[in-house]
């Protein structure tokens, strides 16, 4: 079965420190990795996405991919209390991309003042 | 520039009614998703669409019924709804490039 682990957290930080949120999956020939924020009562917010092994910034986030040990992350530098949110890991994992995303129950993030 | 609408946002209806969920998006995207929501759950695919008279099942699609003539829309229907059907459901669509894009949702109470 398909599937995207992430800890349910909720993870709380201070306000400005680095806030690291994790996810895993099971299949190995995934390609497209997304972290979504959700806010309560909202719908997911899409923020970043990774395609290749290695980081990516946009801002104050970065998302970093590991293929070989089936790992993604996301770093939020800087975190503010606007950033307490639920965020959701979404895979594609099929080659073609043609399929629908896994998505992982998500973390809660809790940014203290 | 409205992007991906839904409607209702929110509904309450009664055990045994029929309901349909709107989505319409304005990006021409040919992939379109329904999921639910509920707490402990998640986020649990119901049907999705690869274009235009192509509908396929997700994890959940017994009880729902969607049909997609157009490509901007792509409806869900309850038909005997039920209050385990008590949700709330996003609509989301993706396009040629890989990512994906959520709806406001509706938030459906079956009472």
């Known amino acids: 079965q398909k599937e995207v682990e992430q800890n349910s957290g909720p993870l709380s930080v201070p306000e400005g420190a680095i806030a690291s949120l994790n996810c895993t999956y099971s299949d190995r020939g995934s390609q497209s990795f997304f972290w979504y924020r959700q806010y309560s009562g909202k719908s997911p917010e899409l923020i970043m996405f990774i395609y290749s092994n290695g980081d990516k910034e946009d801002g104050r986030f970065t998302a970093q991919l590991n293929k070989a040990s089936q790992y993604v992350s996301l770093l939020i530098r800087d975190s503010q209390p606007s950033d307490s949110a639920t965020y959701l890991c979404?895979?594609?994992?099929?080659?073609?991309?043609?399929?629908?995303?896994?998505f992982g129950k998500g973390t809660r993030l809790s940014v203290i003042a | 520039d409205a992007g991906i609408t839904q409607s209702p946002r929110y509904k309450i209806t009664e055990t045994g009614r029929q309901v349909t969920l709107m989505c319409h998006q304005t990006?021409?995207?040919?992939?379109m998703f329904w999921y639910r929501q509920d707490l402990g759950h998640g986020l649990r695919l119901i049907y999705y669409?690869?274009?235009?008279?192509?509908?396929d099942k997700g994890e959940v699609p017994d009880g729902y019924v969607v049909s997609r003539s157009k490509t901007e829309n792509f409806p869900l229907t309850l038909e005997s709804a039920t209050r385990s059907q008590t949700s709330v459901y996003f609509c989301?669509?993706?396009?040629?490039?890989?990512?994906?894009?959520f709806g406001p949702g509706t938030r459906l109470t079956v009472t």
């Open positions: 669409s690869a274009a235009a008279d192509i509908t």
């Open positions: 979404a895979v594609n994992m099929e080659a073609s991309g043609n399929t629908p995303l896994v």
């Open positions: 990006w021409s995207h040919s992939y």
């Open positions: 989301a669509s993706r396009g040629g490039g890989r990512e994906q894009y």
